[in-house]
């Protein structure tokens, strides 16, 4: 690392810790999503139509806390804390705000789609409070190319199983999916999905490894699920394989089968179920002090330096980032953190950053790619 005087490194320093504020302040929506629960379906009747709006809104609320619940904690640490359910007083005051959708209405029934946003602060402290370890970071987003095998062949643009991914209904979760056509190019009925002419059904199921990567790069991931669904006997199943392309090489690995009855959206959400349940596990911490380590942050450009502060500061298992020095080509930064170094480790992985003990050097944050 290039040798500062003093004056230079406290000057240089004192900017890079204001960019560094920055930084954290201006972290993007995308890190506050796991706090906004959308889909909760209501349908309410009462004496009239206010009334019954007003009993949707209460219902509605109670039921995306309990979804937010579920999503933030483990089973198994909810019934050890004795908290199964969020009360509805509780609920309530951790909303931050709601939108609904395709309301229905009539002299006595209300009946709508809502979308839930809750105020983390309040949600962090409502757990912290009732000793329930909880997980707020979410994993790198994950591109799903959804293949269809009919006895007329395989498809990938069109259908229940395209549009399950699409809508959007997983971009919120801890380990968030986002499908193809979720990005459109065009306006009007010019529109096409982004991606369109470059992956087929037989690319995919292939692993076209250059088709996949080009349509990483338009989407802006570095995870794909190439994930194929057959139907039969009333039962859709699903598999699927994943390819991260955040290394200069490829890892492929394979997703845990899947099933579900005649029900595409079912199917979705169980995958991304079990995916957010493995990486709840992987990354949840239960007790524990908190401990401190010094990370040489080396990077070869701004824009490295940029994306390593972003994948530092909105980690949640780091408390506090102090920077103690800094050069055009590397920081030395003393991180606050929770839990064991391999989940920190995996933690930073998963937001583009490599965390290794190298001799010589100690701990050391690199880009990933």
């Known amino acids: 690392m290039t040798h500062l005087t003093h004056r230079a490194r406290a000057a240089t320093a004192a900017l890079l810790t204001a960019i560094l504020c920055v930084a954290f302040l201006a972290m993007p929506a995308s890190a506050q999503d796991v706090f906004t629960v959308s889909g909760i379906e209501v349908d309410e009747r009462a004496g009239t139509t206010?009334?019954?709006?007003?009993?949707?809104?209460r219902s509605g609320q109670i039921a995306a806390a309990q979804a937010l619940l579920e999503r933030l904690t483990l089973g198994e640490d909810r019934i050890n804390s004795g908290v199964t359910s969020i009360p509805s007083d509780a609920a309530q005051e951790m909303v931050a705000g709601l939108q609904v959708a395709d309301e229905r209405r009539s002299a006595n029934?209300?009946?709508?789609?809502?979308?839930?946003?809750?105020?983390?602060?309040?949600?962090?402290?409502?757990?912290?409070?009732?000793?329930i370890p909880f997980v707020e970071s979410q994993a790198a987003r994950t591109l799903v190319v959804?293949?269809?095998?009919?006895?007329?062949?395989a498809g990938v643009w069109g259908g229940?199983?395209?549009?399950?991914?699409?809508?959007?209904?997983?971009?919120?979760?801890?380990?968030?999916?986002?499908g193809l056509g979720s990005r459109m190019t065009g306006e009007g009925d010019d529109a096409v999905p982004v991606g369109r002419n470059v992956i087929s059904a037989a690319s995919a199921q292939s692993g076209d490894e250059f088709a996949l990567r080009e349509l990483a790069a338009l989407y802006g991931v570095t995870r794909i699920a190439v994930i194929t669904a057959r139907e039969g006997e009333g039962i859709i199943r699903a598999s699927g394989t994943i390819y991260d392309f955040a290394g200069p090489d490829a890892v492929v690995s394979q997703m845990e089968s899947a099933a579900s009855q005649n029900s595409y959206n079912e199917l979705a959400r169980r995958i991304v179920q079990t995916a957010q349940e493995a990486w709840k596990r992987e990354v949840v911490v239960r007790g524990g002090e908190a401990s401190e380590i010094t990370v040489s942050v080396l990077y070869s450009s701004m824009a490295q330096w940029r994306s390593l502060q972003r994948a530092i500061t909105g980690a949640s298992l780091i408390s506090n980032a102090r920077l103690d020095a800094v050069t055009t080509t590397g920081a030395v930064m003393t991180i606050t953190h929770r839990g064991e170094r391999e989940q920190l480790a995996r933690e930073l992985s998963q937001r583009g950053a490599r965390l290794e003990e190298e001799r010589g050097l100690g701990w050391v944050a690199r880009p990933r790619n």
């Open 50 to 57: 206010t009334e019954a709006q007003a009993a949707a809104f």
């Open 109 to 131: 029934r209300y009946i709508a789609s809502m979308t839930v946003n809750f105020d983390a602060r309040s949600v962090r402290s409502y757990l912290r409070g009732q000793g």
């Open 146 to 153: 959804p293949v269809v095998e009919r006895e007329g062949g």
């Open 160 to 178: 229940a199983w395209y549009e399950a991914w699409r809508s959007g209904a997983h971009a919120n979760a801890l380990t968030p999916f986002i």
